[in-house]
């Protein structure tokens, strides 16, 4: 296996750890939220071509257009603060509670991350 499968597979291994550091930083940015893995790693079928996908739950209807500006603010934050490593492979879904139900009825499996 090359060097760079295995790097990521060690990545992958870690997505706990990881969710956990994202969870600590999207509840000190935004509060009360929920947080799932979701996706290939929640269900036990990662490839090389994984990512750790994680859904932000945020309370209300808060939302709209800041998506992406809570992306880079909770994954500086986790890196910053929490040390996540620059280059993990996650991906961060951020919805309202409506949105995420929808997210949670399609996905296979989910897997809270508790504060």
Do not use: C, Q
Request: aromatic share 8%; net charge neutral.
């Amino acid at each position: 296996m090359s060097s760079w499968v295995s790097y990521h597979f060690e990545h992958l291994r870690r997505w706990r750890e990881y969710a956990e550091k994202i969870a600590k930083a999207a509840r000190e940015i935004l509060g009360e939220v929920d947080v799932y893995v979701i996706g290939g790693v929640a269900e036990n079928r990662t490839t090389i071509y994984s990512d750790i996908d994680i859904l932000i739950v945020v309370k209300g209807e808060r939302l709209r257009d800041e998506r992406k500006k809570l992306r880079i603010k909770i994954l500086e934050r986790a890196i910053d603060v929490h040390g996540l490593p620059w280059d993990a492979p996650v991906e961060l879904h951020i919805a309202n509670e409506k949105r995420a139900e929808e997210y949670l009825r399609l996905a296979k499996e989910a897997i809270k991350i508790n504060p």
